[in-house]
């Protein structure tokens, strides 16, 4: 058999076999339960004195019908930070839809947001797992997105985007309560962004890194494990103390290992040190 034949045969018996493997996924969703993963959710809650189910509330009363158990965690754990830890001032990287940045600036409109991301026609947008010398699969943002974008940012008069590649934050000088890393998750950048996280997080302030994959889990189009990796890494060597959560609830998000991503909810543990 020719390897063109092979593949022909392989795809024909897939498409044959498919509906059997749906049913399967299904039935194995159906029976998972999820209750252990909503009581640890809810312990690490109760861990950073947070009230879990107020910050719940709060979060269904800004989204509304698009509150469900597929909402990511990072919404909840930002609603607790700002109604119960007294958090003012937030960088965002990473805007994409403008979904998260608007969110942010109707749970209290004192809160100032900064959000930024690539300019829309950067050929690096949407194409985080491309190496840098690859040609883009694809041109930049699509108009459906940047319309959805000035679409939920146009009312909200806290938030301030701009369009610049987060390795200019290198160069500003500024400081913010809470930090939240959403950019390119592939390294050198997220490294970069971390890097400049640290350094502008306020002395109390709060860091958190969304889509930390498990390090032997899947790969999407937007990278791997390497913010896992990067946030190990820095807890280990005592830079960060770091506060891991589910980044979703729901049986489908958990039924697999490989496709349990987690959010982190850390702070900067170093005190300022002299090298000698």
């Known amino acids: 058999m020719t390897r063109r034949m092979y593949r022909l045969a392989r795809?024909?018996?897939?498409?044959?076999?498919?509906?059997?493997?749906?049913?399967?996924?299904?039935?194995?969703?159906?029976?998972?339960?999820?209750?252990?993963?909503?009581?640890?959710?809810?312990?690490?809650?109760?861990?950073?004195?947070?009230d879990y189910q107020a910050a719940q509330l709060l979060t269904r009363s800004i989204l509304e019908s698009k509150f469900n158990s597929e909402i990511s965690q990072h919404y909840v754990v930002a609603a607790a930070l700002i109604s119960q830890k007294g958090v003012r001032s937030i960088l965002e990287i990473g805007t994409q839809?403008?979904?998260?940045?608007?969110?942010?600036?109707?749970?209290?409109?004192?809160?100032?947001?900064?959000?930024?991301?690539?300019?829309s026609s950067d050929t690096r947008y949407n194409n985080a797992t491309q190496h840098w010398q690859q040609k883009a699969t694809r041109a930049g943002a699509s108009e459906a997105l940047v319309a959805e974008r000035t679409r939920n940012l146009s009312g909200c008069s806290n938030v301030a985007f701009r369009e610049l590649n987060s390795i200019e934050?290198?160069?500003m000088q500024d400081t913010f309560d809470l930090i939240f890393v959403d950019g390119d998750h592939t390294f050198p950048m997220v490294v970069v962004d971390a890097m400049n996280a640290l350094r502008l997080v306020g002395a109390s302030g709060w860091i958190l890194f969304d889509d930390l994959r498990p390090k032997a889990g899947?790969?999407?189009?937007?990278?791997?494990?390497?913010t896992t990796v990067l946030i190990d890494l820095m807890e280990q060597n005592g830079i960060?103390?770091?506060?891991?959560?589910?980044?979703r609830?729901?049986?489908?998000?958990?039924?697999?290992?490989?496709?349990?991503?987690?959010?982190?909810?850390?702070?900067?543990?170093?005190e300022t040190r002299t090298l000698k």
């Open 11 to 50: 795809k024909l018996l897939n498409k044959v076999l498919s509906p059997f493997w749906r049913l399967r996924e299904k039935r194995r969703i159906s029976r998972f339960d999820v209750a252990p993963f909503q009581s640890a959710q809810e312990e690490m809650f109760n861990r950073l004195g947070f």
């Open 218 to 226: 899947a790969v999407s189009e937007f990278g791997g494990s390497e």
């Open 240 to 247: 960060l103390e770091v506060f891991r959560f589910h980044k």
């Open 169 to 171: 934050l290198t160069m």
């Open 97 to 119: 839809s403008g979904n998260f940045a608007a969110f942010l600036a109707k749970l209290d409109p004192e809160v100032r947001v900064v959000t930024v991301d690539l300019p």
């Open 249 to 270: 609830l729901s049986a489908s998000r958990l039924v697999d290992p490989i496709h349990r991503k987690q959010i982190a909810l850390t702070r900067p543990k170093l």
